[in-house]
């Protein structure tokens, strides 16, 4: 399967507890994107990186969030002290583009997503 | 700031019904325009797109058309079928690169 692929599938953790979700993209797809879902709602942009540099975050990304692409191809997303309200679906995306910035209409391919469940 | 509005579902049809979902969106310049779809248990999958003004873009017998003097990018399709049940969102992308997406529209087509 060539497509962006997302593990885990499903998280359930404990409040306070710390967790790492894993996003891999299509392979020759320089951009990655996350972002987050939550029950009724479309997608919300959480941040992007162009090869390894993260380029834009969300306001909706706190201090306790992070995310890594340290070699330009998987990237991590880790929540700190996790809180009811971060339960969500959070997906992953990747494209080509280039520094141009000039891929408005480029095709985002997405992934099946991580279902965060925090109790 | 950006934003895109669609109708509010969810919306059940019977097969071969003729399907709208409205969708407008509010934006800085000119984005592009975007039709997702998520079929159960898969990933949002792209189903159509129009780059400016006046294009159509059409996939599976659906279409939509950029319509820049009424902000809007309704999604249509003149006969469902059973297997185009699924959550349709229409999004947009501006010189950033991220997607800004409506809130989703959850489809039943009834046999």
């Known amino acids: 399967d060539t497509g962006v692929s997302q593990n885990p599938r499903h998280k359930i953790t404990k409040r306070g507890q710390n967790v790492t979700f894993r996003c891999d993209p299509i392979s020759e797809h320089n951009r990655l994107y996350w972002y987050r879902q939550t029950l009724g709602q479309g997608p919300e942009f959480l941040t992007y990186?162009?090869?390894?540099?993260?380029?834009?975050k969300s306001r909706l990304l706190s201090d306790r969030f992070s995310a890594e692409r340290p070699k330009g191809s998987f990237s991590t997303l880790e929540i700190q002290r996790t809180e009811q309200g971060d339960s969500a679906m959070y997906l992953c995306?990747?494209?080509?583009?280039?520094?141009?910035?000039?891929?408005?209409?480029?095709?985002?391919?997405f992934g099946q997503g991580t279902r965060l469940t925090v109790v | 700031g950006n934003s895109v509005t669609q109708m509010e579902g969810p919306v059940t049809l019977s097969e071969e019904a003729f399907l709208t979902i409205n969708c407008t969106y509010t934006a800085t310049g000119y984005p592009s325009l975007f039709w997702y779809v998520q079929y159960p248990g898969e990933g949002l999958q792209l189903l159509l797109k129009?780059?400016?003004?006046?294009d159509k873009g059409s996939n599976k017998g659906f279409e939509a058309t950029y319509r820049k003097e009424t902000t809007s990018f309704h999604l249509e399709k003149g006969s469902v079928q059973v297997s185009d049940s699924a959550v349709y969102f229409c999004a947009l992308k501006t010189g950033a690169q991220k997607l800004v997406f409506g809130q989703g529209t959850r489809l039943t087509i009834n046999p």
């Open positions: 990186f162009q090869n390894e540099a993260q380029l834009e």
């Open positions: 995306a990747s494209s080509v583009g280039d520094w141009r910035g000039a891929s408005g209409n480029t095709e985002a391919f």
């Open positions: 129009a780059t400016k003004a006046d």
